[in-house]
């Protein structure tokens, strides 16, 4: 909670005990015979004190690193770089071995350093940090010396209980302990949710600012996740809270902070936008300021208050610098470090000793690789190899084949193969729930990674381990059964791009036998050609009734898809890693390994 407001101290009066000392005319004179710039305070210059006015702050952020300990595999665990010629080059990136390498090597010669998070460090983790509800991870953040963080929607996964667990420590409720003589100490860093509240009391569930100090320095951090977080949340995760408007919380403790004397400030924000471009060191501010982003941030940028000096985002897990106006028109710093560690941010905030203030056209940042190439930090590695012996068991069981990359989170087109994949292995557990199950829908964010070919330990190429397995699907969804109505059907797809999907779509991965035209020339709803919707090559009838095996994020209206949670006649199933696997199981053996889809289920039309 904020803190109480120290009491003013009175002024000294030097002049008036000097003066009356030594009388107005020995003072003219003790004054007329001091250098010209004597007790001065300008920037670069020491004042009397004997300290300069200004001095450079380094904020290192990232965001959404989601458990990723170990390198992320495939296409997930690669960053594209724009070269000096205009050509575009794939670098592999990420790891926590290498994070916490580049940001020690990066606060090496800067004494006022303070590195901070936007959100999303947990939840939808791979196995070796999501099978011990990411203790791993936190465990992780603390050793590399992350000093502070907003709470992304993933932070609610499990519940505001967990994430209370997550800051203070103690051992799982139902798990345990998972190291024999171990607890679980919490987090050393502050979660911030400045706009999460509970229901009942009003009052933010975790501290809503923390202020950073440092030989006088002050920097106040405001954190912040999306409004929207309970539709993109399971609804127990959620349950008793109430998520409040960016900008209006950020703005409310702005103000406060600002009574307390601290006037630079950092806003942490859990949402993000869209690049124009993919390459993470494009030119955000080309051919304006800010021209190169697009998205809720930019609303939420040009809302907050000019009391705050940058903003660090995330959410999208997309890469950009740019300089977005705040509503006084003024040049403010915006960044975002895409995710899983491959990317870190790099801005200096000059820091104004008179004013308390940041000398706001001085900020300057920058995104940097998150490269392979060093060496790893051993006490990553250490951690990592601690952890892995508690997971092996579980982890490195093989349970399918694959014949060559099958790209997920990765693939960058609506239709993804590992989206088709899922999709067909819930219709698969559909039937076998009920064989008059007709189809699946998969929501593209629950896919978390691809499933790579190359091994990653000691499995063989192309054996599909339970540890990547779990990786793709780490949340302990159910397969649901419910029936809808054509007409709702047809609704429920419409939703993918209108209301609140129709900015930044959310294009259902669909199982065999499922066809459609999205005619992304047109707008809204209208997207997604009616006529063309087909079920084993015969229109969806609006009157008539289909049985649609879902995830129960998404049986519950999850995504935006609010007439999906309007089915009738529920059944559960088993969890949605089970129904994969055990897919994998059945269609897939060393020597008839399950091929890559085609993805040709959605006819895109550009």
Known sequence: MPAT???????????????????????????????????????????????????????????????????????????????PDGTEKKIDAGGAEYLATSLRTARKGNPYSVTAAAGDLIGASPLLSGLFHDEPTVEAMNKLGLDVTSVGNHEFDEGAKELARMQKGGCHPKDGCFEKGKKFKGADYPYLAANVTDEKTGKPILKPYWVWKHKGVKVGFIGVTLEGTPDIVSADGVKGLKFHDEIETVNKYAKILDKQGVKSIVTLLHEGGVPASQTYNYNCDSPGAGDGISGPITTIAKGITPKVDALVTGHTHNAYVCTIPDPSGKPR??????????????????????????????????????????????????????????????????????????????????????????????????????????????????????????????????????????????????????????????????????????????????????????????????????????????????????????????????????????????????????????????????????????????????
């Not at 001095?55 to 989601?66: A, C, E, P, T």
């Not at 995104?367 to 092996?392: C, F, G, Y």
């Not at 065999?512 to 809204?524: A, H, V």
């Open 333 to 606: 710093m915006v960044t975002s470090a895409s995710s899983f560690g491959k990317l870190y941010t790099d801005t200096t905030l000059t820091y104004d000793r008179k004013t308390k203030d940041i000398v706001r056209t001085s900020v300057k940042s920058a995104n940097h690789v998150v490269s392979r190439e060093q060496a790893k930090a051993p006490d990553m590695t250490s951690l990592i190899s601690r952890w892995d012996k508690l997971a092996a068991p579980v982890a490195n069981k093989p349970v399918g084949y694959i014949s060559a990359d099958i790209p997920g989170r990765g693939a960058g087109v609506p239709e993804a193969p590992l989206g088709d994949l899922i999709a067909d292995a819930q219709l698969a557990h559909g039937k076998s729930l009920d064989p008059e199950t007709d189809l699946a829908l998969m929501n593209p964010g629950g896919i978390r990674s691809d499933l790579v070919h190359k091994a990653s330990g000691s499995e063989g190429d192309g054996v599909v381990t339970y540890g990547e397995g779990f990786t793709v699907q780490p949340f302990s969804n159910t397969v649901n059964l419910v029936d809808l109505t054509g007409a709702q059907l047809i609704t429920g797809l419409k939703q993918q791009v209108s209301g609140s999907n129709e900015a930044s779509p959310k294009i259902l991965q669909i199982s065999d036998g499922l066809t459609y035209t999205l005619d992304m020339t047109k707008s809204g709803a209208d997207r997604v050609v009616t006529d063309s919707i087909k079920l084993g090559g015969s229109a969806i009838d609006p009157a008539a009734t289909y049985r649609v095996a879902m995830n129960s994020f998404l049986a519950g209206g999850g995504d935006g898809f609010a007439e999906l949670g309007k089915g009738t006649k529920p059944l559960v199933g088993s969890d949605d890693l089970k129904a994969f696997n055990d897919y994998l199981t059945a269609n897939s053996t060393a020597d008839k390994p399950i091929a890559p889809p085609k993805a040709d289920r959605i006819t895109i039309v550009k």
């Open 5 to 83: 407001p120290q009491p003013r101290r009175p002024r000294r009066r030097a002049t008036r005990v000097l003066a009356a000392a030594a009388g107005l005319a020995t003072l003219g004179a003790l004054v007329a015979a001091l250098p010209a710039n004597a007790g001065q305070d300008n920037a670069g210059k020491a004042g009397a004190s004997g300290k300069k006015r200004t001095v450079d702050v380094q904020l290192l952020s990232f965001n959404d690193f989601h458990g990723n300990l170990q390198p992320p595999a495939g296409s997930s665990g690669q960053v594209t770089e724009k070269q």
